[in-house]
């Protein structure tokens, strides 16, 4: 009986380890990724900062969306960390769904 008790606490104080707070980032950049190799070196290079799980990248949006580790890392470190490869990265707001609508102005900005 003790070992089976021992056992389950042992697993829910695994299990509470793995537990991970998992956020997402969407912005654009500047300047904006033109061709697949600016995407490439944006998922190449973004990938290997500290807490990113999943990168990806939408050229006809010119959106990357990021899927991080808030307990290791937070917005701020990422949108850092596109000054190192030379470009500037610009949060888009909930409900964004690309950088920019067919009129050329920011989606954010003809929400408010």
């Given at each position: 009986?003790?070992?089976?008790?021992?056992?389950?606490?042992?697993?829910?104080?695994?299990?509470?380890?793995?537990?991970?707070?998992?956020?997402?980032?969407?912005?654009?950049?500047?300047?904006?990724?033109?061709?697949?190799?600016?995407?490439?070196?944006?998922?190449?290079?973004?990938?290997?900062?500290?807490?990113?799980?999943?990168?990806?990248?939408?050229?006809?949006?010119?959106?990357?969306?990021?899927?991080?580790?808030?307990?290791k890392t937070d917005e701020r470190k990422i949108m850092k960390?596109?000054g190192k490869i030379r470009y500037?990265?610009?949060?888009?707001?909930?409900?964004?769904?690309?950088?920019?609508?067919?009129?050329?102005?920011?989606?954010?900005?003809?929400?408010?």
């Open positions: 009986m003790k070992k089976q008790i021992l056992l389950a606490l042992m697993c829910t104080v695994a299990m509470l380890g793995v537990a991970k707070d998992l956020k997402t980032l969407r912005v654009t950049t500047q300047p904006q990724m033109s061709c697949s190799n600016c995407e490439n070196k944006i998922k190449k290079n973004i990938r290997f900062e500290k807490g990113i799980h999943q990168i990806s990248t939408d050229l006809k949006g010119q959106v990357v969306t990021i899927e991080y580790d808030a307990d960390a596109f500037k990265a610009i949060k888009l707001e909930d409900g964004c769904t690309k950088a920019t609508n067919e009129a050329g102005a920011d989606c954010c900005d003809t929400k408010k």
